[in-house]
């Protein structure tokens, strides 16, 4: 079923821009005096992508009671926050988190070197004595090439395992936590969890809108009117009510004000199929980014980690 779910692969659910060892994780509350931080990486560093303004920086600020500044940008490689990085001297000697390579599995080579290496530059080029940085494991997506088995997915695992062994006194594995952070009684999240993908409770809803038209339990064709897009990127699940359909073509409207046409495969993560009236509200879960109960779950275990180190 998932396999099918994900025909047209990374659909524009909104079609109006494209966004976008294993260190033990830590439960004891911060505590101790800390130096400023700067944390550099893409949109998983930017945040906000619920629209409730939370990145894992700004949390990470109120847990640490001192400076946190954001060097998140959307969309961005390794190479191009290792630019930024390198080129802002002044913050050297702040403690580091580095949060890179998601946006190279953007690009169709394999990626894994070039972030090895921009990481690896990232970390030489901290200036402080002993050198206080931390770096982040990169997550897989909810989607068809990087769930659990995919080659994708393997080669990401391997990266992670790899920065692990290379920065075995500077790396938290924050994928792992964040995927064994499900709610096992979200039908949802657990379907995820058996992908070893990110929670779809932890993850953004980067779309709402309504149904303009009824569904009922045999119909695969809905019609959705969209009221925003805080982060217009791909969506493949939507919740309507308790039921949770799974997008595999989508038609925009030629008109302004008319509804999206979708095509769905109902009943998805062994949801209950279910008749849904007009106007009933729908989300688009994001396929990766974090909503801000997620970001504030990673900025915990920064927090922790950087006060244990």
Partial sequence: MRLKCFVRGYVLLLAVMAGCGVSPFHTSPPTGRQEPVACWGDSLTQGNQDGTGVSYPGELQQLLGVSVYNGGVDGQTS??????????????????????????????????SQILSDIASMANALTSSPKRYLVLSVPNSDGIWEVKGTQVYKRIMSLNSVLATTYPDHYLDIRSYLVS????????????????????????????????????????????????????????????????????????????????????????????????LANRAMVGIDPLHLNANGYTKVAQQVANWLNSH
């Fill in 79 to 112: 190479m191009q926050i290792t630019a930024r990085m390198l080129a802002a001297k002044n913050m050297y000697g702040d403690k580091a988190v580095i949060w890179a390579g998601r946006d190279n599995y953007k690009q169709p080579s394999d990626p894994e």
């Fill in 181 to 276: 952070q499900y709610d096992p009684t979200n039908p949802l999240d657990v379907f995820d969890h058996k992908n070893d993908v990110l929670p779809a409770s932890l993850r953004a809803h980067n779309l709402t809108g309504s149904l303009a038209a009824p569904v009922g339990e045999s119909d695969t064709t809905i019609y959705m009117n969209v009221t925003s897009a805080v982060h217009p990127i791909i969506s493949n699940v939507l919740a309507i009510d308790s039921e949770f359909m799974c997008v595999t073509g989508v038609t925009a409207p030629t008109l302004p004000g008319t509804p999206y046409v979708l095509t769905v495969l109902r009943g998805y993560a062994n949801s209950k199929v279910s008749p849904h």
